[in-house]
């Protein structure tokens, strides 16, 4: 009840009206003359590389989140999953991801620009690739740039699996899958959606990757605990047994780092220093990410009876997530909206995948598949139009959202757009986990599990001198 | 003895007249054209919220330093206060405390902007404020990125309070107390120094918010620790006991956060791409902390016989705030005396509130409040005057300080606003944590203390695995 | 065998010739025209100060990573010189490193500028200093931007040392010993290779400071650890122990956030805002650090048995470290393969070390000083020479390297530097480390090193309220 009720006062103060109005820009129209292009192009570079090294930040975040919500005995292991994974990924997007992706080639799949290179020394992307500045020419970047953006948040999808598989996956199995995610999965799907493949030119939108990135390392996060199954000690005699965390202090860090390598990740996807663009995007990111974690905290204090700080962590990652795809097309009280929801869709997805037993470690499947797809449909829902903001309408963007009166129309385009890499994800997941169970295979063995992965996978521990608890 | 040598030879060697008068800009006069409007824009957008987002980050830097002076079995309340406290300072200054201080109303307070909003879609803080630009326009940024900026600082000031009130305090009160402090008290003072209200109109100057965002925070951290009393553990039988932090290694992981965060709160607070400003204010925030970090190394092996880590850390964050109000403002000797100073008045100020039975489990009042009112006074003593710098001279600024010749005006002023804000500050924290008080309670019991705020507040460990010691 | 697969594959499929011809830049030549000098000011202004609070932050990586690689019985005594050591370095290099370096003077030192300050309230390092734009005068930055980009790189060589004296020096040694290495040895040879100096002269090329920044701080910490001899646990009875680490969590985040710093320090270094050539670096850079970490992991995988986290990290460092010389004048192949050798040698470097019984607790004189050699030469191996970049032909730059057919003077050019630096930093580090042992002494007791630096030297541990070994 208290929960509804402040929810309820939230809701009640939220100036919808007003505040879908009265956002627009509001600079005087002399700003409107034409920046010449070769400063142009210095102030996008300084902002898109900006942006980079927030979201190449979110590595560590990730680590430390991660790390912090297992035992001290898989710490070795997900900290070395963790940095070993953006070498990987590096790797794979140079070789292939970032052709797949962004190259010229059909609706489907970009067939040029393999290392980086070709013919015209570029993948062409002047024209497949517009950011959401779809009908521009995104070229106003040298190469070098968008290949490194686009790298960084290549490098945030393979790190979402890393948690949901974490303290019982082979430290091989993991550096396997995540080369075949970055280097073909994600790169694939990025091209249906940014590469202006056919997801695209059915008009679903994605601002900044709540599907892109965030579903897609969700997908293959939640097939992957799915097959390896829980841990041994997580279901004792058909119980559900908590297993807390070692580390509440760089888990909470990690959250921090997470939330501010977001300020990089949602407005550097404008790609181009944009003042209003930018300074909407973080607000709407930052607004979404504060109500997730208000309503998070208070599902949990209701729910559990306390203020839970992994639920606090996760409440505000599900907003972040959640509001990744519509950042750029929503106004400040949509984006909270969107936010107590993901707060509140995170707490029970946390609750119910325990219940079903689907073992997720450190929550990623509830924060970036449930969440990811919430915010992708949001854009359907809350949308203002292309009349509203000055980027959205000269780059093109959804059409108006259902609650703003729109009808149902960029919804379906979103709920297809979530469908359609839900199945190609889960086929695709299904397949690489397996061909790995059949090869190296993908779970230690059950000693291997009770003496914890830093011993059986890397021969040392993580915290050597202290006295720890050996189970 | 050998600390007095030691600061002799500093201040020998600081080139007082030289660096007072060689420090001007140095640019060929033909920089001076125009930089068209559109181009300032992007510029100055691109620079906010770079500063923005480091500002944003030192949540991080202080979640880490407080946790890890404070005892294992508090961690995780302190963790929870310090990610919760940014969502709800987010809420609050959206709702209300960007309104009160920026908004169009009265010199006592703002009236308009609201949920960032309104009848011209903008608090109309074109007229009402201009940063230290005070005789500028500071309407060459996007109105979000202004309130971004704003937030962040907001944030910071709720952040301070969580330190000193560590280890006793009851979650709830605190978080109402927060959104009190962000949504209320900081907004009104705020407007009366930084909104041109009746601080600024009578030649109070506080460039980055030694007064603004540091003692208003320090004040009310003071009057909880103040309410609360110490913890049971700290005067055994009228001894003091030392209670030493569980984490150092995060503690000075934090100071090192903060540090860097220090570089977009002072240089990004003239709001503007000014090279020549950044610079100055890069380099006196940065040389102040070293020497006041130095200082404070010294004088505790002097006092306590050994460099104390903790004091070094202390040293540091309390030469950043001494120079925050000043930084622009003085020449780099100066800052660095300012600095020096700080670092002797923070060893000092923790020795004698532990013996006063203040307990502030992490030096926050010593820190934020006593070098936070140094700082504001010292802008009386050391400010160069406006016809040094190209960025005073034109944006208006304190008159020259005491120590330049400047007479005791400007240090009247200062101390004005120091006596206005502590007053002030201390009748409505004494109102908010007694009205708490008398409400939820904002101590946790006796037994709860024991157990620690983790178990009784929270359910949950933060070093789960560990063994610890249970007192 | 494995690895030599691995790597074969690798190298196969690196795109030598295309890259090489392909990655020139591929703007329209609309872009050249010339940007006003007071934009292109803010521009570089802006650029340089986001570089410079990045290298900053890369004392927060030091830190965390030393401390986690050592014992918690020395945690203290570590987090305690990473902190204060920014703080001297800016001292010293304010009062003296500066205008040694940049300042007018000869070819062997600078003579002016010393408290930033002088006749024309300036080194003058319009003439003396021109970055990698050798050609061109770097004065289209604010003065003290400089000075403060060069003092973070200053700071950064008197940390590395912190590691590999660490558990067993004296806290005040380390802190006199940083004074005179920033003061007086880094400035001086930093004159001759970027002031203009003798070296400069010759031919020597060092893009970001694989020699002037790793080695030197990597010479002066292998001189101490010789000098100090290892610790006393670690060669028992003649043999080799372990000696693990106690918080690699820490020090996985010290990696990550050290990488991030790198994102500063290399693209950085072109002090100005040119878009492909700080696209080209920051790429660069990304895969040498990537390919570096996969072959340390490979290798140690192969050697070990297992993959060593450790062996990750110092892998990833041992990339950053030498692609720092040439990572404006190579492609991205020849980067890669500067990662995968530097990798490779980081892994046998520290086995090496450690059988020659010269303890390095941290492995900062194989990650600094061998691949600072390495990363050094490497410039004569691979330049790709200045037809090819535009940065690169306009600034001037190393002649064609050997393996791109320019023959062997410019690696010879590279050698020269290697030796002279070399003799230069053995000579200096012996005299100051044995002054220092002759004076205060460098040494701690063998009691002190078996109660640890924490008790001994400061009175305090790092992780009170654990129970832990006490050996």
């Keep these: 009840m208290a929960i509804s009720i402040g929810l309820g006062v939230i809701l009640a103060l939220l100036p919808w009206g007003v505040g879908a109005i009265a956002e627009t820009g509001s600079f005087p129209a002399d700003l409107d003359s034409t920046i010449p292009q070769n400063i142009q192009v210095v102030l996008n570079t300084i902002w898109v590389i900006f942006a980079s090294t927030l979201v190449f930040f979110m590595n560590a975040g990730f680590a430390m989140l991660e790390t912090g919500f297992c035992r001290h005995k898989s710490a070795v292991n997900i900290l070395a999953k963790n940095l070993i994974v953006f070498a990987l990924s590096s790797l794979a997007f140079w070789i292939a991801g970032f052709a797949f992706m962004f190259g010229d080639g059909n609706s489907f799949i970009g067939l040029h620009g393999f290392f980086l290179s070709g013919p015209d020394n570029s993948p062409s992307i002047g024209d497949a690739y517009d950011g959401i500045y779809r009908s521009l020419d995104w070229a106003a970047i040298p190469l070098k740039v968008k290949f490194f953006f686009q790298l960084v948040f290549a490098g945030t999808a393979a790190t979402i699996v890393s948690g949901a598989v974490a303290e019982r996956i082979k430290f091989v199995a993991f550096t396997l899958f995540s080369l075949g995610l970055v280097g073909l999965a994600y790169g694939t799907i990025g091209h249906w959606i940014w590469g202006n493949g056919w997801l695209a030119q059915l008009g679903f939108w994605d601002f900044a990757g709540s599907t892109v990135v965030h579903s897609v390392g969700g997908w293959a996060a939640f097939i992957g605990a799915l097959l390896l199954g829980p841990r041994r000690d997580k279901y004792p005699k058909g119980q559900i047994a908590a297993i807390p965390g070692h580390n509440l202090a760089i888990s909470t860090l990690g959250c921090l780092i997470l939330w501010l390598g977001w300020f990089g990740f949602n407005p550097g996807s404008t790609l ?46 599900a907003g972040l997530v959640a509001v990744t795809a519509s950042c750029a097309y929503v106004n400040i009280s949509s984006a909270m909206l969107i936010g107590i929801i993901s707060g509140i869709l995170v707490v029970f997805s946390v609750v119910y995948l325990e219940q079903w037993q689907i073992d997720d470690p450190v929550g990623a499947i509830s924060v970036h598949l449930v969440c990811g797809i919430w915010g992708t449909l949001a854009v359907g829902l809350f949308s203002v139009g292309p009349e509203i903001y000055t980027w959205y309408g000269e780059a093109g963007g959804p059409l108006v959202g259902l609650l703003f009166g729109g009808g149902y129309s960029q919804l379906l385009n979103q709920l297809l757009g979530v469908l359609a890499v839900g199945f190609t994800m889960i086929g695709f997941s299904l397949l690489l986990w397996l061909a790995l169970n059949f090869t190296v295979g993908i779970r230690v063995s059950a000693d291997e599990e009770l003496a914890g992965l830093d011993l059986s996978e890397h021969s040392m521990e993580a915290y050597s001198g202290f006295y720890k608890e050996q189970d």
Excluded: Q, R
């Design 272 to 317: 181009s220093a944009d003042p209003e663009a930018i300074a909407h995007i973080m607000v709407t990111t930052n607004m979404a990410a504060s109500a997730s974690g208000l309503s998070a905290t208070l599902v949990s204090w209701i729910y559990f009876g306390k203020p839970d700080l992994t639920m606090i962590i996760n409440g505000v990652l």
